[in-house]
Structures are given as structure tokens and as C-alpha cells.
């Protein structure tokens, strides 16, 4: 009894039920949430420490940025579906998050339109490499594809070294520079069986289960919403289709933030397992893989994701 009048209580004012809202969309950091609410940070910290002390929101460190996120309990999950999104409030909060969202979003886009022509040079320093590609073969073994998804494919090297395992495989990306550049690519190696698309890989213009084989390569630490990307492939994959993922273990190096537009300093495999979880996906397979510039701590993993369903 004591822990649920906490928890109203806690939920039962303004600002905290707009932070509750927000923590539905987004992990969020307390600078985002500053700006959101409008309210100082001292303020919005108090806020914040009566939600974690009354257990309907946690919070983990990640280098320097702190992420809120709303706790996997049946109180928050009761309390967050009493929400009425379409209330005026609540609504304009969701539109000034999209535009902070879109913000952010814009710093990794500047980077790749900046780096596309480079991008080939750049990825080998930021976690590619040929030995990377080399486990992502063996990791599929003989097995071949009818259709194939590269989520965030930049030039298409990933489409380029999976062309031979696949009957058709369409690469999306955001940055019209880098897709340019896959289609060049494509186009001089006579694969005409792979297209590069625009799109947005937490919103694709894919239908439902219609990929074998998505790949997510170095894309998932640019992002505010990981968690999204990993639905959207969820969507998209067959029953009995894999994601294979790669992308740094969890690192302290916060360069890649300043310098090459990270958000996201790497994930756990706790993390991986608990997206499947809610997902109903199931993480078959987790390996670390020998990187070129392995240095410090800075460790590339590979996780195979496949459908509960199967
Ligand atoms: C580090 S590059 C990796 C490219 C490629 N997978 C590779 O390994 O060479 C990340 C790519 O993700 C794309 N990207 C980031 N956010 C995206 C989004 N929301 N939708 C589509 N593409 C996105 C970027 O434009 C960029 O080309």
C-alpha cells in the first residue's frame, strides 16, 4: 500500500506526469527534459528524484549523459496507460519533443553529409573492418536469402559484401549524399538486384514480414531511439528471418560523441536482451569481434536476433 501511494502520489503533479509522458516516447536526458519542461535543471532534478524514489523511473549513466527511462513495472506500465495523449498539454509536449528529437537527429545527419564522400576511409577508424565482414559471413553460414534489408545502409558496403547471399536486398538511409554513393556503387558493380532507398529505419516503407535478413551495421549508436529501430525491424522480419546487428560494446569514449556524432557510447548485452525481450525476439547468438583498431576498450560486438515466433 505504502509503495502505491508513493507512486500516485509521485505521478499526481504537472510537471511529473508530463516527464511520465515524455519517458513513454524516449529515453531522455535531463538537458533534454530541461528543455522540454521549460524549468530549471535544480527543479527538474527534484522532479526526477521523487519519480526514481517512488520506482516508476531509473536511470543509467552512459559517459557524461545520464538516461532517464520509465521502469518495466506493472505500476508505471498501469499508471503511463491512464495517460491521455491527445490532451492539449501532453499534446504540445510531444510536438516539442519531436522538434528536439529532430535537432539532435540533425547533428548525426551534418556529419554524414559531411563525411559521405570520405565515409569508406572514415568507417574502417569508427569500427569496420574487413575482419568485422568476414565474421558477419560466417555468422550466416551457407544459408541464402530471398530478401535482405540493410537498416542505415550508408555507401552499401554491407549490401555490397552480402550481394551473392541474397535474391534481392534494398539498403535504406537518411542521407541522400551517402545513398548517392551505395547506388554508384551498385551501379558499377552490376548489382542490379540491390537498391539503395531513402528512408527513415524507425519508419520504413517496407510491408510487414517481408525480409529474411536485416542487417544493422555501425547505425544503432547515432541514434536517440535504438529501441525503435530494433521494432521496426521486428516488423519487418519473417518468422523465420534474422537481424544480425553490429555495433561497439558498451565504452567510455566520449570522443565519438563530440567528433563523430555517437550518441549512444556502445550497448550491453543486457541492453540487446532486453529490446528481444520485449520484442518477441530472441538473441540466439552474441560474439565480440576482432576489430583493426581494437584499442582502449573500444570492442565491436555481433548479436543474431530471430523471431519468438519460430
Ligand atoms: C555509421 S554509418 C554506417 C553505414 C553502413 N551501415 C556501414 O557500415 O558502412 C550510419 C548510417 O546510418 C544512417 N542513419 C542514421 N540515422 C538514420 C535514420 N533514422 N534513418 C535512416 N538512416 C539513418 C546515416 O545516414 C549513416 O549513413
Redesign the pocket.
Known amino acids: 500500500m505504502y509503495q502505491l501511494i508513493k507512486a500516485l502520489k509521485a505521478a499526481g503533479e504537472p510537471t511529473r506526469l508530463r516527464i511520465l509522458t515524455a519517458l513513454t516516447q524516449y529515453e531522455l536526458t535531463v538537458t533534454e527534459l530541461v528543455s522540454l519542461l521549460g524549468q530549471s535543471q535544480p527543479r527538474v532534478s527534484r522532479h526526477l528524484k521523487l519519480l526514481l524514489e517512488a520506482g516508476l523511473v531509473s536511470r543509467f549513466q552512459e559517459g557524461s549523459w545520464v538516461f532517464q527511462r520509465l521502469n518495466e513495472s506493472n505500476l508505471t506500465a498501469q499508471i503511463t496507460r491512464m495517460i491521455d495523449l491527445h490532451d492539449p498539454a501532453l499534446k504540445k509536449d510531444s510536438d516539442r519533443l519531436g522538434r528536439i528529437k529532430v535537432e539532435n ?1 540533425r547533428l ?1 545527419t551534418d556529419y ?1 553529409a559531411a563525411n559521405a564522400g570520405d ?1 569508406d576511409q572514415v ?1 574502417n577508424m569508427v569500427g ?1 573492418d574487413e575482419n568485422i565482414e568476414v565474421a558477419m559471413l560466417e555468422q550466416i553460414g551457407d544459408r541464402n536469402f530471398q530478401s535482405m534489408i ?1 537498416m ?4 552499401g ?2 549490401v555490397e559484401i552480402f550481394a551473392n547471399r541474397a535474391a534481392k536486398i534494398t539498403g ?4 541522400q549524399e ?1 545513398l548517392k554513393l551505395a547506388r554508384s556503387k551498385f551501379e558499377q558493380a552490376g548489382l542490379s538486384h540491390c537498391q539503395a532507398r531513402l ?4 519508419a520504413l516503407p517496407a510491408t510487414d514480414a517481408s525480409a529474411d535478413l536485416i542487417t544493422i ?3 544503432l549508436h ?2 536517440d531511439s535504438p529501441f525503435a529501430v530494433i521494432e521496426e525491424a521486428r516488423r519487418l522480419l519473417t518468422p523465420d528471418g534474422l537481424i544480425l546487428i553490429v555495433d561497439f560494446a558498451k565504452h567510455q569514449h566520449e570522443f565519438l560523441r563530440t567528433e563523430h556524432a555517437h550518441r549512444r557510447l556502445g550497448f550491453a548485452n543486457s541492453e540487446i536482451q532486453f529490446w528481444c525481450e520485449n520484442n518477441q525476439l530472441s538473441l540466439e547468438h552474441s560474439q565480440k569481434l576482432t576489430h583493426n583498431d581494437s584499442r582502449d576498450g573500444l570492442d565491436v560486438m555481433l548479436w543474431i536476433l530471430k523471431s519468438k515466433s519460430k
Request: aromatic share 14%; hydrophobic share 35%; proline share 0%.
Open positions: 537527429a548525426a554524414f565515409w568507417r569496420s540493410d542505415g545502409t550508408g555507401t558496403r554491407i535504406y538511409d537518411s542521407s551517402m528512408g527513415d529505419i524507425t551495421h555501425q547505425v547515432y541514434l
